[in-house]
């Protein structure tokens, strides 16, 4: 179902949006057992084998999440940049103030890039709440310029730790967000996925120094979407490793360092990686 002006509106406005209860039930079982053998053979948790789950993977091409993301791109075409699943116990430490917006360095928000939380089990204040910060999303920073802030309440925060099993947050990966710990509630899980999509028109770090390229190319061998060829597109991503080489250790401005064009004000052949 297509999203409404409002709907729209406020997600570009504040950052985020809620979409309690998305999952129905049926499938939000079938998804944590695939999270539960996740948790258990995959020891890096960072989605390089993600393409062996296939309940994990059809929520990346969910129909349903696929046209909300059409509409928070603007119509725009979107790649896919990973998905993480996790089960987090009673007792979890809580997670600093961040956002996580892909860039080298941080110079823009040009484009979108939209992370998708799923929340199978909801989150009902035991286990962990979801704390965002509206409309920081508009703002260009480190992704840990907050950090020392760890989890403590900023003016304007929103908490959420009350929406029922299947809930979905649509979030702008600029948007600030935190984990703020919570001592826990008997044996309840946590159950928590993330999926991110990058919208077309720059290039985007990739996920991960290794193995990203394999793990697109399996994808699209076994979830191609022949309306959406572009989806697990490698060509939409450059090499983090050689992006964070080459800005290490720089000192000033790093414009200083790209070529210099005259009487243009195009993008410079060759520096999208740096400026994106």
């Known amino acids: 179902m297509p999203l409404t002006d409002d709907e ?23 998804i944590a057992a695939d999270v539960d053998r996740y948790v258990q053979i995959e020891p890096r948790f960072d989605g390089r084998n993600v393409w ?19 509409d928070l791109m603007g119509g725009a075409a979107f790649t896919f940049h990973h998905c993480h699943a996790a089960r987090h116990d009673p007792g979890l430490a809580g997670v600093p103030w961040h956002h996580d917006y892909e860039q080298i360095p941080q110079t823009n ?17 035991t286990v962990g709440d979801l704390l965002l910060l509206p409309k920081s999303h508009r703002s260009v920073m480190r992704r840990d310029s907050l950090s020392f802030l760890r989890e403590q309440e900023l003016p304007g925060m929103v908490v959420i730790n ?22 826990g509630g008997g044996d309840r899980k946590r159950y928590f996925i993330d999926i991110a999509f990058m919208q077309e028109g720059v290039l985007w770090p990739s996920y991960g120094r290794e193995g990203w390229r394999d793990t697109l190319a399996a994808l699209d061998d076994k979830f191609h979407q022949p309306d959406r060829p572009k989806l697990f597109a490698a060509d939409a991503f450059f090499d983090i490793a050689d992006a964070v080489s080459r800005v290490q250790g720089s000192a000033g401005s790093l414009a200083m360092r790209l070529p210099e064009v005259h009487g243009a004000s195009r993008p410079v052949a060759g520096a999208i990686p740096i400026v994106q």
Not at 8 to 30: M, N, Y
Not at 52 to 70: G, S, V
Not at 109 to 125: A, C, E, I
Not at 163 to 175: C, I, K, M, Y
């Open 109 to 125: 928000r040009s484009h979108v890039q939209l992370h998708v939380l799923h929340y199978l089990d909801g989150l009902n204040g």
């Open 52 to 70: 062996r789950y296939d309940q994990l993977c059809n929520l990346i091409i969910d129909p349903e999440t696929l046209a909300i993301t059409d």
């Open 162 to 183: 009350d929406v029922p099993p299947g809930t979905v947050v649509f979030a702008h990966s600029a948007l600030l967000h935190a984990r703020r710990a919570q001592p």
């Open 8 to 30: 729209k509106e406020q997600f570009h406005k504040l950052g985020f949006l809620i979409k309690p209860g998305f999952l129905w039930s049926d499938r939000v079982a079938t």
